[in-house]
């Protein structure tokens, strides 16, 4: 069956064709989310409000860019991930600093996307402006037109964004090598 008949199906009501469409795109939304800053650990609730605001607009949904379009409410879920992350971050380090005993780091965690740390974390610390116009097109093939739609910027803004990003990050992984051999 092909992803259009799905999509038809799962607008009708047929809850195996919506689980079916879940089956098919997880692993795309969480490597998504996952390149945008989401922890590993929380993937699934990212995962879980993606795939929640799908079912809730997908009758509202027009066939031909269904991938466009859920790559636009994963990156709306990350970014209200980012948004409580920071509230919640605050208040746990008010109450490990009140305990006195330390969050796990960071570090501790199995990167589930990219064997690569230093990559992931040199991507990572981009601002948002080049890291997902970046990630989007290296790590999920989008054509820069498509990457224009996700973002709601212009062509030209998504390819400067891009080259500076490549600038950034090359610069970046430079700066880490000469450390660690430093």
């Not at 948002?128 to 054509?143: D, G, W």
Request: glycine fraction near 2%; include cysteine.
């Amino acid at each position: 069956m092909s992803e259009t008949e799905l999509i038809e199906r799962a607008q009708q009501g047929d809850k195996e064709a919506y689980i079916e469409l879940i089956r098919i795109h997880q692993r795309t939304v969480e490597k998504f989310a996952f390149q945008c800053g989401v922890h590993s650990s929380d993937l699934a609730d990212v995962s879980q409000e993606v795939f929640v605001k799908l079912y809730r607009f997908l009758h509202q949904f027009k066939q031909d860019r269904f991938t466009t379009w859920l790559y636009k409410v994963t990156l709306n879920a990350t970014r209200d991930y980012y948004r409580k992350e920071r509230r919640e971050q605050a208040k746990e380090e008010l109450l490990s600093a009140q305990r006195q005993v330390p969050s796990p780091s960071a570090e501790k965690h199995v990167l589930n996307f990219e064997e690569d740390r230093v990559l992931h974390h040199s991507i990572q610390a981009l601002d948002e402006k080049y890291r997902y116009p970046l990630v989007l097109y290296y790590f999920h093939e989008l054509k820069y037109e498509e990457i224009a739609e996700v973002l709601g910027i212009s062509l030209s803004t998504v390819k400067v964004r891009i080259l500076r990003a490549k600038e950034k990050l090359k610069l970046a992984l430079t700066q880490e090598g000469s450390v660690e051999n430093g």
